[in-house]
């Protein structure tokens, strides 16, 4: 793999992680359903440098990252045994994962991200295998930092856990993937750059860096 498309990698990944991070912040504590995707995306263009942004729209040809952001997502009604791979369900008891357990045959978000980003790295892997495999990057670094895919309280990472929320019953796990950015109701682009005002230069910097601490 060159050198330039380590450092696309590299660029795209730590913005990615840092936005999904920014959303999974306790005094944020948004959602990650449709919306969510999007939000991490746009933001995300916004912070990448040129070349990063011109290789991914190489990519994806005529479709929007927006639009790419929330293809696996449409691939997995199509496909449920790619279902797993949107999450692990590490026991919330746990202090470390245990993939041997949590991830059987490779079929969890932490192995197969790591699978499609291999491919991405691959210098023989064809146009079409790296555009999908970035789709599904894209999409799995938002799902690792929605705290229900990631952990599971013997409720299927809130499947099972009902709740109250804005008056009626649903389940935990839709609440925070979904029914807070419709209750809060505002579209991506808005909450986008609602969110981009809270970046801040030293934010920048330890990006950059590598870094996303959120506190």
């Given amino acids: 793999m060159s050198r330039l498309w380590r450092q696309v990698l590299h660029d795209l990944f730590v913005t990615l992680a840092y936005l999904g991070a920014i959303l999974a912040a306790p005094q944020g504590a948004f959602a990650w359903g449709r919306e969510g995707h999007q939000i991490i995306v746009i933001v995300a263009e916004h912070y990448m440098r040129p070349k990063t942004a011109t290789r991914m729209q190489e990519l994806f040809g005529p ?17 449920p045994a790619t279902s797993p791979w949107h999450y692990i369900n590490v026991p919330l008891a746990d202090s470390k994962i245990d993939l041997a357990r949590e991830c059987a045959n490779g079929d969890c978000v932490i192995a197969r991200t790591e699978q499609f980003l291999a491919i991405l790295k691959d210098p023989s892997a064809i146009k079409d295998a790296k555009a ?47 029914g807070l950015l419709e209750h809060i109701n505002r579209n991506p682009a808005a909450f986008a750059a609602e969110l981009e005002s809270r970046i801040t230069p030293q934010d ?6 590598g870094a996303a601490r959120i506190g």
């Fill in 63 to 79: 479709e929007s990252p927006e639009e790419a952001s929330v293809w696996a997502d449409e691939y997995r009604h199509d496909h």
């Fill in 132 to 178: 999908q495999a970035l789709k599904f990057v894209i999409y799995f670094v938002g799902d690792l930092h929605q705290p229900l895919h990631d952990e599971d309280n013997g409720d299927k990472g809130g499947n099972t856990r009902q709740v109250i929320f804005n008056g009626h019953p649903d389940n935990l796990h839709w609440v925070w993937d979904t």
């Fill in 204 to 209: 920048q910097a330890e990006w950059q860096g």
